[in-house]
């Protein structure tokens, strides 16, 4: 096979360099590597005295991230739902979803490429926004037609090479170049290896931080890439200030004759200045820093206005610890984030679980029927109060409008630990009734009478399931 430029076609070459761009841009606000947006000459004061320590975007990020945790599978087909949670555990999917989130919300996209390995074990990959491009139909822009992975290698010899996957439904295209990449995608490709897809069905799962009008998703620094800009050189003129202004300045005149020490004049305790009565020692008034700190105060409300980020999650409280119900309120923009997020990623995850499902069929490691759909199960974004929540749910069961399992789940417990709690509760109701029957009656216990007739009633179900009980040979219901 020769070499090939025409199968990476221009404009594909050139999204995949202004996307490299683009993330790479919000990815460096979120590190704290910050474009200075300010005259040289405060740049170099920044750089050389003191660097940039002021970085809000992070904890924007973080502050949504942690309200995203996924508690587990929920599924009509309980059979699909531990087999799928059985091969998530085993690929630690748990760990590699805060990547995903993470990495969709700083960069707006992040990937998981589900694949078996040569023992046909199937493995859950994290791939992030600068290692991936979706191709998607170009006329309605739905439909995610094949992706497109890059990534730094070397080959045997150590030669810097460029490596490329292209996934398609039944194939995956991989391919080689050595040409200079270190900032934009290469041109010419030699292909290494096709790989038929027996699953019939693309293997790479695009989480999307918000859904917007294009095919990716758009970046939760957007937005507050503004406003750190203006943080940072307000930062810079209130340090400069300070530096130069914000100490008392002593100013002496009259000096004429008087016999000052080369080193100039020193202050420091325990230290004299002895003048005649000509020389006028005065001090000058510090600036006033409180104007720029209030606007650099201002601008913080205004990224947190934007990004729907309290203050609090910020890393500062105002008038002590606040109420859990006025947290709650100031939570309450970013919990309404959050919960968009979790349809936005869910999505992600359930089209993941289908391709599992379909892999799994196909390898014959799961042998049931492919339900038509999953669904993820989200921790709460904001956590209750334990004695509210419980009288919540208790009143739900009392007017029937959730069932004894639906009760559990709002409590927090897995599918697995429910299915673990009804059992050992039926385990509990065969133990008192047996506990009741061997038991001695003691003053103010069962009523004798009462036994007797669980003691019967419990013989003849006994007698009917072991073909005990019988009319004319047929097995008859007890009484």
């Known amino acids: 096979m020769g070499l090939i430029s025409a199968s990476f076609m221009d404009f594909e070459r050139q999204a995949i360099e202004d996307y490299w761009e683009k993330i790479d841009k919000y990815q460096r606000y979120y590190d704290g590597n910050h474009d200075l947006k300010m005259p040289d000459a405060s740049k170099k004061v920044l750089e050389s005295t003191y660097g940039l320590v002021i970085n809000y975007c992070a904890p924007v990020v973080d502050a949504l991230v942690a309200k995203l945790k996924i508690d587990g599978i929920l599924c009509d087909d309980d059979k699909a739902r531990k087999w799928l949670w059985d091969l998530w555990r085993k690929n630690k999917a748990l760990a590699s979803s805060i990547k995903v989130h993470r990495n969709s919300i700083i960069s707006g996209d ?12 199937i493995h859950i990959y994290f791939n992030p926004s600068d290692a991936i491009y979706p191709m998607y139909d170009e006329v309605s822009g739905e439909r995610f037609k094949h992706a497109i992975k890059m990534w730094h290698d070397h080959d045997k010899n150590g030669v810097a090479m460029m490596r490329m996957n292209k996934y398609y439904t039944d194939r995956v295209e991989k391919y080689s170049s050595t040409d200079d990449t270190s900032k934009s995608p290469a041109k010419n490709w030699t292909p290494i290896e096709r790989v038929e897809n027996p699953f019939n069905i693309l ?12 095919a990716l998703g758009e970046s939760e620094l957007v937005n507050v890439i503004g406003p750190q800009d203006a943080i940072n050189k307000m930062g810079v003129d209130l340090l400069k200030v300070a530096d130069l202004h914000g100490f008392p300045q002593t100013t002496v005149s009259g000096l004429e004759g008087e016999i000052v020490p080369d080193t100039g004049l020193e202050s420091g305790p325990g230290e004299v200045w002895m003048f005649n009565n000509q020389v006028k020692v005065s001090q000058l008034v510090p600036a006033d820093l409180t104007n720029l700190r209030l606007a650099i105060d201002g601008m913080i409300e205004n990224l947190c206005e934007i990004s729907a980020t309290p203050r609090s999650a910020l890393g500062k409280l105002t008038g002590g610890l606040p109420s859990g119900e006025s947290l709650e309120r100031s939570h309450a923009a970013l919990n309404n984030k959050a919960l968009e997020r979790q349809i936005s ?12 499902l379909t892999m799994g069929k196909y390898l014959g490691q799961y042998n049931g029927e492919i339900p038509p759909e999953t669904e993820i199960r989200w921790k709460s974004v904001s956590p209750q109060d334990r004695s509210v929540l419980t009288n919540e749910i208790a009143m739900k069961l009392e007017k029937y409008v959730i069932s004894r399992k639906q009760a559990l789940r709002e ?31 003691t ?4 009523p004798r009478e009462v036994i007797d007739g669980v003691r019967t009633v419990k013989s003849k179900v006994e007698g009917y399931i072991s073909g005990q009980v019988n009319t004319g040979g047929t097995k008859q219901p007890p009484a």
């Not at 293997?203 to 294009?214: A, E, G, I, Q």
């Not at 003053?443 to 069962?446: C, E, F, L, Q, S």
């Open 443 to 446: 003053p103010g216990g069962i």
């Open 345 to 356: 990623l869910g999505d992600g995850y359930e089209r993941l679980n289908q391709i599992l």
């Open 411 to 441: 409590f927090g417990y897995t599918e697995d630990e429910i299915v673990k709690i009804f059992k050992e509760a039926e385990s509990d109701k065969e133990n008192d009734i047996d506990k009741a029957i061997r038991s001695q009656i």
């Open 110 to 121: 992040s990937y998981l490429i589900a694949w078996p390995d040569d023992n046909n074990d």
């Open 203 to 214: 293997p790479v799962v695009h989480f999307k931080n918000k859904l917007v009008d294009t």
